[in-house]
């Protein structure tokens, strides 16, 4: 399988080397040359088989350039019982007759951004050694939060790479902020951005594909690349979890093998969605996407009408990880759904950058219409989300869960569609604790508490345990304290790698 860039001007390249370069240097993405097809036999194999041996059956045909024994390799020393806390990895929790709950927050940070970012690093690693990289590779990231501190413990410590992590200033949450700061390893540096999740990833992406900047790292021995979902080493491992939940729900039979089912995902950055997007064009059989937002409804907006516009206010709710309004996984959607149109998808993007909104025709609005459904769940919705399921199954809902189970439930009421629904339920509830207690507790129960303190109460209230790498953050040591400016955020990868 080789890769071609959406903008059109890079292809023929190995999954190797996209997984290094992270984005394409003409601001493109990474996309497939071609559709893999996962055949039926192949789908009823998945039923007895581990997670590990799905992710091989899934992944080696998108990483051709990796031995059998490289992508094996790379998949035991991800998912493992070591990193998370069940061999089922990302099992699958059945609500009701038509909800399944897909949990993918098993792993070490309690957030879905695991399934992808313990996997990367050692794809990553390998790519640098298949491809006689001398270089040391700086990952850069952007974050709302999550995807900040499972890159940093992915690549912690990893030989012959650092990571520098942006995230916005006062805009994570407490845990999410102690997660980051008290990081270990002695190639991580997270710093806090004064500006919101767009502002740092825009401000990567240029860094990323500053040509002359890019040339003075390569003469002090250091290439860039990205750990956030623009790499395609971060969208493939995404797509086998929705095998994964299908073989399952056969296997436990709430589903006849060949039936069709939907899938919700909350959506910010739409990789998660885009990567279930990518398993319906491989054969799974899903009928439709559905696309939940929250009050930065921009993709809401634009499924619905064919208008995507940013100019809008920036919103900062209790579901912080899709705080975002340029999603720039889209552009891949775009690219597959206009036939790989990489002229036209420049023309889009540029609008996009340069006006903050652009058009598409009706007839890629359409296609997009027969495969998405979008809603958003206002705050109130989502408050009343988290208290109705508990109330009423006894389990509990992070506030990202949340918006996907609202939206999916209007879907169900505006269509009367009753196909059984995978919800990609991408955070543990003790990881946005907050918000969740706001929701199913007295107010006098959770006044003046801090996230720390409210673990206990919700850990007491719920009967859930507290997930480990949680319980003992509190007591963990700050290690980082930096903060920049968005302008100085060039100035500050010079500093860490001393090239000013
Ligand atoms: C990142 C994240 C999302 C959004 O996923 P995208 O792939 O960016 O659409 C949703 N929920 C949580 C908890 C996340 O960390």
């Known amino acids: 399988m080789l890769y071609k860039s959406t903008r059109g001007r890079l292809k023929d390249t190995k999954s190797a080397d996209a997984i290094k370069m992270g984005i394409a240097t003409d601001g493109g993405l990474f996309v497939p040359q071609k559709n893999v097809k996962i055949e039926s036999e192949i789908l009823s194999q998945m039923m007895n088989m581990d997670y590990s041996g799905r992710a091989s059956a899934i992944l080696k045909p998108f990483l051709e350039d990796y031995t059998q024994k490289e992508v094996d390799e790379c998949i035991n020393n991800a998912y493992n019982l070591d990193k998370f806390d069940t061999k089922d990895i990302a099992p699958v929790h059945k609500l009701s007759d038509t909800a399944y709950i897909l949990e993918l927050w098993h792993g070490p940070t309690c957030a879905f951004k695991d399934m992808a970012l313990q996997i990367l690093p050692h794809l990553m690693v390998k790519a640098v050694q298949k491809t006689g990289e001398t270089k040391e590779i700086v990952i850069l990231v952007a974050t709302s939060g999550d995807t900040g501190k499972a890159a940093l413990e992915g690549f912690k410590n990893v030989k012959g790479t650092k990571i520098i992590v942006f995230y916005p200033y006062k805009g994570v949450s407490q845990i999410q902020e102690m997660q980051m700061i008290t990081q270990e390893g002695d190639n991580v540096f997270p710093i806090a951005v004064e500006g919101n999740f767009d502002d740092a990833q825009s401000g990567v992406k240029k860094i990323l594909t500053d040509s002359e900047f890019n040339k003075i790292m390569d003469e002090k ?17 995404q797509i086998v979890y929705y095998f994964s939940a299908y073989a399952d729900m056969v296997k436990n039979q709430w589903l006849k093998f060949g039936e069709e089912v939907n899938v919700a995902v909350p959506t910010g950055n739409f990789g998660n969605i885009l990567a279930a997007f990518y398993a319906m064009k491989m054969g799974l059989p899903i009928r439709k996407l559905i696309c939940a937002s929250n009050e930065n409804n921009v993709l809401t907006e634009f499924i619905n009408t064919g ?53 598409i025709d009706e007839s890629i609005r359409t296609k997009i219409n027969e495969i998405f459904w979008a809603d958003y769940s206002s705050e109130e919705d989502t408050l009343a989300s988290i208290k109705k399921t508990y109330d009423k199954y006894g389990y509990l809902l992070d506030t990202h869960t949340a918006v996907g189970l609202n939206v ?23 990881k946005f604790n907050a ?66």
């Open 408 to 430: 999916y439930e209007k879907y169900k009421e505006t269509t009367k569609d009753n196909t059984k629904t995978i919800i990609a339920s991408t955070a543990s509830p003790f």
């Open 221 to 237: 021995g250091y290439r860039f690349s990205s750990a956030n979902s623009i790499n395609w080493g971060r969208l493939v491992p």
């Open 435 to 500: 918000s969740v207690s706001r929701a199913i507790l007295e107010i006098e129960k959770i006044e003046d508490k801090n996230e720390f303190e409210l673990l206990h109460i919700l850990s007491d209230e719920s009967t859930m345990p507290i997930p480990a790498s949680l319980k003992d953050l509190e007591n963990k040591r700050i290690k980082h304290n930096k903060v920049c400016s968005k302008v100085e955020m060039k100035l500050q990868v010079e500093k860490i790698l001393r090239i000013e």
């Open 307 to 359: 208008v995507y516009n940013k100019n809008r206010i920036f919103k900062k709710t209790m579901s912080p990880s899709m705080d975002i309004l340029i999603s720039s996984n889209l552009e891949r959607l775009l690219y597959e759904l206009t036939g790989h149109d990489s002229q036209l998808i420049t023309k889009w993007m540029k609008q996009l950058s340069s006006e903050g909104i652009y058009k």
